[in-house]
């Protein structure tokens, strides 16, 4: 079973910084891709951003493309998510997820591996 775990959630104020961790137990097969969603109460949960594991393929929602960047830590299975410029629709929790493949990322329906959440709050 491969365990999935984030850190790195806080309180924050708008248009404050924060980088979240996801350590990955195992990723097999290069064409995996590691994501984050989030999840505000109420809401569903949406997607956020997605990384390949065999290359630096990034894939972004409309929403948080050009202030988010997420990348990877090559020698090991880590993920980090930078989120700048932060929003006050930005809180929720945030989840990472493993999916064997890279092909219809924002369904969480396609992620097999979920960890247990880091929540975000962006104060104003």
């Known amino acids: 079973q491969v365990q999935v775990a984030e850190s790195g959630g806080g309180l924050v104020q708008v248009g404050d910084s924060l980088k979240l961790s996801c350590v990955a137990s195992?990723?097999?097969?290069?064409?995996?891709?590691m994501s984050w969603f989030r999840q505000a109460p109420g809401k569903e949960r949406k997607f956020v951003a997605a990384?390949?594991?065999?290359?630096?393929?990034?894939y972004y929602a409309d929403s948080v493309k050009a202030r988010f960047t997420m990348s990877r830590d090559k020698r090991g299975d880590r993920v980090f998510l930078q989120m700048n410029s932060l929003k006050p629709e930005d809180t929720a929790v945030y989840y990472c997820?493993?999916?064997?493949?890279?092909?219809?990322?924002?369904?969480?329906?396609?992620?097999?591996?979920w960890g247990q959440g880091t929540q975000v709050t962006v104060s104003s």
């Open positions: 990384i390949r594991w065999n290359g630096d393929n990034t």
């Open positions: 195992e990723v097999t097969g290069g064409g995996s891709a």
């Open positions: 997820a493993i999916s064997g493949s890279w092909i219809n990322l924002e369904s969480p329906e396609e992620y097999s591996y």
